[in-house]
Structures are given as structure tokens and as C-alpha cells.
């Protein structure tokens, strides 16, 4: 499937995402986006510490903490590799008002938005095992939330979510490009073993909604090649790919690193 | 649903019901398939998943548009375009319809270009047969019903389940039981769609899985070690010997389906036993067939059936009751996954019975000869479902013994079952 990228519905939202942020970035400057009235608790995930000087993470720190949820749900449940990266990539396609309810709900209180943005967070790995066609039952994946979840709320979340992607269930993921881009750029069994692991963090990132999934990829194994001593961008350039999204890429991934 | 006014209902699937629908906001005619949610414990069904999850990826003017998903009251709701009828109908109604060569042509062209365009996305419909493929208002033909599609063509594709397919377009790969197969078992079902549409009925239709490979030899010769090299290595191949028959010749293919030399050919090429030379849908598009006269007839001209979807009134009962009286007791002619596994795992309680005395099988045509095991073997092959009391009616006594090689069979054969299938069986 992957050879199809171009013609997928990913490749549309990210054109879309692209104009989006063409057209923000041309406008004046943008309000700030309201902050969190709190830091929300999960079981067992830290909460990001947020850029120094900021106080508490923005929007995408909120999704991060998610993304970690997931991927402690999904090693206790044994989740292999694929329906896990799936469901954090629809954790980052989910608009925000999905993960946060609206506040002024009459009765609403702080537990029923841990228990909603739980239920969300399970549903989009309960949906993407279904999706890569790994299904785990609904009880099993419940069950993690210890009590905080039912089963009916999970299956709730599930319509939810699906709604909010608009039904593009299909995710490209990097992690199949490093492996066919590993041999053409020369990188050995190590190097892309560490791209591999690169790629593999990169789903605590928003890049995926950033760049075409080959991009992220050649993006990490520049970083893997560049601990060889190996740079790897005139080979992008010279098959075409743009030097400055690879770069990009590379960025964001030595700040991840870096935060680790 | 605020945006839809709801319309007559056109059908009923596996999974729900299908009516038709206005939209409000464009005044678009669209159908409607609402998801049955009901008591599901495992939400929505993976059928309707793939469904989802394969028409958001196929735009083309030969599958099926899906334009919208919504969930309403903790059911979800998915919006096709509108359809009016469906293939099946064309090919049964031979008191009105009269089917041109060119007719034929038109409607192979537009089935292969729609499985080249999902072949081309690494997409296995593995539901191919007449009703699935939908006639538009104004002679569109598309493909429909993604629930049985898969993803092929990964190195790390794992096994597949067999029990795809109504059994009468199921390809000889999988009647053998290979679980590694690929976009090829659609292009034999396309070949028996192909031979359904010149004679106006079903080419092979066997009543199991042994009868159904029986008729494809008969009808098709069986397969040397040349045609098919890697035959005797898939898993229930060895257990059977089947008598040999030769290839028919073309001239006699010529005179069963009143067709040109080209048309044969290309029905061969679409049927030939070897999956790795079986012809692709890329390459189908390009036989010589489709370049000869009389041209494909334009789809605006081709015929259409006198009653459309949500008409047929007591003539056309729902879905699948239609096929399965049609087809006779025992006959799954029904795509759906569990009621094909099903049907194919219980054939009729008499041939059981018949097959373990030794007496003459109700295929007693079926010119074939095999171990009383294998023929357990076939009834016993899936797990029971549910508590479908087929099985328990007969004498233990009349049950032949398994060998100890056909029991291990037997068991890593349930061990093997497709997860989607335990959970089609929950609902
Ligand atoms: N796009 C459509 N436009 C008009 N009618 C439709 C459309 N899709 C389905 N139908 C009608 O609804 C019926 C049920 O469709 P559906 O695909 O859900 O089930 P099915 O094909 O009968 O089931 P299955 O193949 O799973 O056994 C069809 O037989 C047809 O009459
Ligand atoms: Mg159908």
C-alpha cells in the first residue's frame, strides 16, 4: 500500500494542512490558542514539561501525553508495532475539539474529562488494531483504564473518533520507508537500525502531519547516517527531494533527542 | 442524519439496511447503509471498517463512491452514491434483456478496470461476482462491497483466511486451501464472471468445495504439473486425486459460449490455474479483446433492467434468501464471510451420511477419487460456529475414523482460523 502514497486520503489532508498553515501564517498574527485550564492526568504517564517559559505544554504536549498512553496501553495489551503507530497518528489528527470537551457543560466535571479524553485515547488504538487487522476486544483494551472506562464508553469514543477523521483509516508510516530508502543511501544494519528507532519516536511528533511519510524517513536516516559520518542530503537532492523538509525533519528530531 | 432525507428502502446486506436518501444540502440521490450496532460488543463490525477504510483510498469512475461516514444515535451511517441495480439482475433477466457482444465488453471493461485501479492500491476485493457489481442510473458500472477486501503484497503478509469468495468464484488456489495468495484469485472470479455473462448463467456452480473443483476440471481439464507446478505442494492437495481430464480445445469453448477466438483466449488467461501466470487486470485491459470489434458499447447505451433496487416487491426477496433458494439447499452463493464458511462447512446432512457408508456421494458425477478421511476432512474443516446444530445430527456411529495425520490437519486448521471470522461470529 505504501507505493500509493500519493494517491491516498493522508497525501490530501496534508496538502490540506499545508494551505492551512499558508494561510494562518499570512494572516495576522494569530490569537494565542487558549491554554489548558489544567494538565491532565493519565495513569502511569508523566505530563510533558512543556517548553522552559512557558507554562504547562500547548496543544501538541496535551497529544504527546497521549500518544504515551497509547503506547503503555498497547504494551500491556502486547500491540504489535503497526496497529500502535496507527493509532498515534490519528491521536494527532483528531481536531482539538475532540479532546477537549466544552467546559461549560452543565454537570461536567474534572473526572468525566479524564474519563473522555481516556476513552478517546483508547478508542483510536481499539480502531487502529481493527484497522491493521489486529482486532483486540473492546473489554481487554476497557480494562486498561481500570474502572475509569466502560466498554459502552470506548465503543462510544470509537464512533466519535471515527466521525473526527473523517473516516481516512489508511496511515502511511515512515517506518516502511527507512527500510526501502535504508540500502539505497548506504546505510548498514546499524545505522538503520537507529533510523528505525528514530522513526519510531517520531510518533510523539506532529510530523506526520507535516511531511509525506518518505520525507520523515529520509529524515531520519540522515540523522542515523550523520552519527557515521555519512551525510545523506545530496543524495535527497539529487533524487528530488526537497533538502529543506529533510532538514526540517532533522530538527525536530534532534530536539526530540535532545529532550529525552 | 439532519441532512438527509430518508427515501424507500433499496435492500438489506449482511450488516444492515440499505434505503434511500436525498441530500438536503445538494439535493444528491445517495443510498444509505445503516451499520446494525445493536448488541455488537465489538463495535463497529471490521466489515464495515474495510469497507471504510478501502473506498476513503479507491476514487474511480469504476468503484463505488463513498461519500460520507456519520455516526447518529450509536449507529453509524454510510453514504453511497445511488445505485439502480446490480449485475446479477442484468445477467437473470434473459426474458428482456438481450446482451450484445459489445455489452459483455463494456461491462469486463469497466469490472477490469475497477480491480486494476485496487489491484494498482494493494487491494484484494476477494468478493468479486455479479451482485457486488453495481449498475448506476445511467448505466455506470461499479464495483461494490469492500468487506471482504485485504491488503496483499506486503513481505510480511501473513496467512490469509480461504473462506473469501462465494464458492462459485473462488479460485482453485483456494479451494486447495492456500493461504498465501494474492490479487490473482480476483482475476479468476472476473473469468467466471466473464463465462456467467455469455451464458447467462453460473458457469461452476458446485454445491462444496470438493464438487466445486471437480466442475472446474471437468470443465477446464486437470491441471498437469506443467500448468500448475506448485499445486501439489499447497496443503489439501495431496489428499485428493482427481482423475485426469484434458484442456478443453478452444473450438469447443467457441461453441459452449457462442463467442470469438478472442474471447476464449482471454477467458483462458483469466482462468488459467497457475496464480503467477494467471493474467492481471492490467494486463486483461490490454488483450486484443478488448481492441477487436464490435467495440465495448458505450455505458450509457448499455442495458439496463426493467426494475431497479427497492422494486422487485415479493419477486426479489432480501438479499442472500434470494441466492441461497436459488442456489438450491447447501449452495453458498452469498459473499458474505461467516455464511460462506457456514455453508461450506455443513454441506447436507445426507451426503455426510452417504459419503461415510461408502454409498455413492450426491456429486456422483463428480469423477473423483479420494480417501473417506478427506471427505470427513471437508465437513469437519472449520470449527463449529455458534451452536448450529448441523453437525450434531449425525450418529457417531456413522462417523468414520480420522487419521492421526488428518486430525493434526484437522486442529492446526482451527488454530489457523482468520481472527476476523471469531469476531463476524460474535455478532
Ligand atoms: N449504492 C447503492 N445504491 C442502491 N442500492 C444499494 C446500494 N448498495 C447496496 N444497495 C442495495 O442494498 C442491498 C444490500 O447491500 P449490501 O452491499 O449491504 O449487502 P449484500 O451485498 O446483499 O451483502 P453481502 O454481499 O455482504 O452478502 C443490495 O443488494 C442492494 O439491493
Ligand atoms: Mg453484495
Known amino acids: 500500500m505504501a507505493a500509493n502514497f500519493w494517491s491516498s486520503s493522508q497525501c490530501d489532508l496534508l496538502l490540506e494542512a499545508r494551505e492551512r498553515r499558508a494561510e494562518e501564517a499570512s494572516r495576522a498574527p494569530k490569537p494565542k490558542a487558549r491554554p489548558r485550564r489544567r494538565q491532565i492526568v493519565l495513569r502511569g504517564v508523566e505530563p510533558e514539561p512543556g517548553e522552559p517559559g512557558s507554562s504547562g505544554g500547548g496543544p501538541g504536549s496535551v497529544v504527546t501525553q497521549l500518544v504515551d498512553y497509547a503506547v503503555l496501553l498497547s504494551k500491556e495489551l502486547k500491540i504489535r508495532q503497526r496497529p500502535v503507530l496507527t493509532a498515534c497518528a490519528y491521536l494527532w489528527r483528531l481536531r482539538p475539539e475532540t479532546l477537549d470537551p466544552p467546559e461549560n457543560a452543565v454537570g461536567w466535571s474534572e473526572l468525566d474529562d479524564e474519563r473522555h479524553i481516556t476513552a478517546v485515547t483508547m478508542a483510536c488504538v481499539y480502531l487502529a488494531c481493527k484497522v491493521e487487522e ?60 537507529v533510523a528505525m528507532a528514530c522513526a519510531e519516536e517520531t510518533r510523539r511528533t506532529d510530523l506526520l502531519l507535516r511531511y509525506p511519510p518518505h520525507v520523515i524517513a529520509l529524515g531520519c536516516l540522515r540523522v542515523a547516517m550523520a552519527l557515521e559520518g555519512a551525510d545523506t542530503l545530496p543524495w535527497c537532492e539529487q533524487n528530488g527531494v526537497c533538502k529543506e523538509d529533510v532538514k526540517g525533519v532533522c530538527a525536530e528530531l534532534v530536539k526530540r533527542c535532545r529532550s529525552l | 442524519m439532519e441532512h438527509y432525507e430518508k ?15 436525498t441530500d438536503k444540502r445538494t439535493g444528491r440521490r445517495v443510498a444509505i447503509k445503516k451499520i446494525r450496532m445493536g448488541k455488537a460488543k465489538e463495535g463497529v463490525n471490521v466489515t464495515a471498517i474495510r469497507e471504510i477504510k478501502f473506498l476513503r483510498e479507491l476514487q474511480h469512475e469504476n468503484v463505488i463512491e463513498l461519500i460520507d461516514v456519520f455516526p447518529h444515535k450509536r449507529n ?23 446482451l450484445r457482444v459489445g455489452d459483455v465488453k463494456a461491462y469486463m471493461r469497466a469490472i477490469l478496470q475497477g480491480l486494476a485501479a485496487c489491484h494498482g492500491h494493494w487491494i484484494m476485493h476477494r468478493d468479486v461476482k455479479p451482485n457486488n457489481i453495481l449498475l448506476g442510473p445511467s448505466g455506470q458500472v461499479k464495483l461494490a462491497d469492500f468487506g471482504a477486501g485485504r491488503v496483499f503484497g506486503s513481505p510480511n503478509d501473513k496467512k490469509f ?28 472470479a472476473v473469468g ?135 442456489a438450491g439447499a447447501g449452495a453458498g452463493n452469498n459473499g458474505h464471510l461467516l455464511q460462506g464458511v457456514r455453508r461450506s462447512s455443513f454441506p447436507p446432512e445426507g451426503d455426510c451420511a452417504r459419503d461415510a457408508t461408502g454409498v455413492k456421494a450426491s456429486a456422483s458425477e463428480v469423477r473423483m477419487s479420494l480417501p473417506a478421511e478427506m471427505k470427513m476432512g471437508e ?35 482451527k488454530l489457523d482460523m482468520d481472527r476476523a471470522f471469531e469476531l463476524a461470529s460474535n455478532d
Open chain 2, 379 to 413: 465437513n469437519e474443516r472449520t470449527p463449529v460456529l455458534g451452536g448450529n446444530g448441523h453437525r450434531d445430527s449425525l450418529e457417531a456411529g456413522e462417523r468414520p475414523q480420522l487419521g492421526s495425520a488428518d486430525k493434526n490437519y484437522l486442529r492446526k486448521r
Open chain 1, 134 to 193: 489486529q482486532p483486540v476486544s473492546a473489554d481487554k483494551v476497557a480494562g486498561f483504564s481500570q474502572g475509569l472506562c466502560s466498554a459502552t464508553d470506548l465503543l462510544d469514543a470509537e464512533l466519535c473518533v471515527l466521525e473526527d477523521l473523517s473516516a481516512s483509516l489508511v496511515v502511511h508510516h515512515p517506518i516502511d520507508d527507512v527500510e526501502r530508502y535504508a540500502s539505497l543511501v548506504h546505510a548498514d544494519g546499524e545505522a538503520s537500525k
Open chain 2, 192 to 326: 467466471c464472471v466473464f463465462a456467467e455473462l455469455m451464458l447467462r448463467r453460473p458457469w461452476l456452480p458446485g454445491n462444496n468445495d470438493l464438487e466445486q473443483l471437480s466442475l472446474i476440471f471437468e470443465a477446464l481439464g486437470t491441471p498437469t504439473e506443467e500448468q500448475w507446478p506448485g499445486m501439489k505442494s499447497l496443503p489439501t492437495a495431496s489428499q485428493v486425486v482427481f482423475k485426469p481430464i484434458a484442456s478443453p480445445t478452444a473450438a469447443s469453448l467457441r461453441q459452449l459460449f457462442r463467442c470469438g477466438a478472442d474471447a476464449v483466449d482471454l477467458l483462458q488467461q483469466l482462468l488459467c490455474f497457475d496464480p503467477s501466470r494467471r493474467m492481471s487486470a492490467e494486463q486483461a485491459l490490454r488483450h486484443e479483446y478488448f481492441g477487436n470489434e464490435p467495440a465495448a458499447t458505450p455505458w450509457a447505451d448499455l442495458p439496463r433492467p426493467a426494475v431497479p433496487f427497492g422494486e422487485e416487491g415479493s419477486s426479489r426477496p432480501q438479499g442472500g434468501a434470494r441466492e441461497a433458494a436459488e
Open chain 2, 7 to 21: 427515501g424507500p428502502t433499496l435492500g438489506e446486506g449482511t450488516f444492515g439496511r440499505v434505503f434511500a436518501a
Open chain 2, 161 to 188: 483466511t480461504t473462506q473469501v469468495f462465494a464458492r462459485w468464484y473462488r479460485a482453485p488456489e483456494l479451494l486447495f486451501d492456500s493461504q498465501l495468495y494474492s490479487s490473482a484469485v480476483d482475476m479468476w
Open chain 2, 76 to 98: 453509524l451511517y454510510l453514504v453511497y452514491e445511488y445505485m439502480t441495480s446490480d449485475l446479477e439482475a442484468v445477467i437473470k433477466d434473459k426474458a428482456n434483456l438481450r
